[in-house]
């Protein structure tokens, strides 16, 4: 059993930068996806970076060039770092774990799927205003 537990949520202004941390315990496998996903009210759960287990990482499009994961293994602690942050970054975030590492983020076609991850995080409120 894998207990992830998430930090670092807040509110911020547009324009401005929050750091996310997930805790893994006991720790993250060699073999194992782990990323972050995000959630507005009514609206389907979606994956927002994910890295697997040859360090491969993926990002929804909405999100390139602004937010960037970050795995230390040593730490089993995984980041995301988001810069730039728009009004519409505004969710509930969670970390979630693969330790099958299901899918490869080798391929730009390649998915981040919810469905796929079966440990998760609480989860951390991030508001960005306009």
């Known amino acids: 059993q894998l207990q992830l537990v998430e930090s670092g949520g807040g509110s911020v202004q547009a324009g401005g930068s929050l750091r996310l941390s997930c805790k893994v315990s006991p720790f993250i496998g060699k073999t194992a996806s782990i990323g972050w996903f995000r959630e507005e009210p009514g609206k389907e759960r979606e994956g927002v970076a994910a890295?697997?287990?040859?360090?491969?990482?993926k990002y929804t499009d909405s999100v390139k060039g602004r937010f960037t994961i970050s795995l230390d293994n040593g730490k089993n602690t995984l980041d995301l770092l988001m810069n730039s942050l728009k009004p519409e970054d505004t969710a509930m975030y969670y970390c979630a774990a693969d330790p099958l590492g299901k899918t490869s983020y080798y391929s730009e076609y390649a998915e981040i799927n919810p469905p796929e991850f079966s440990y998760w995080g609480q989860g951390t409120q991030v508001t960005v205003s306009s």
């Open positions: 890295i697997d287990g040859d360090g491969n990482t």
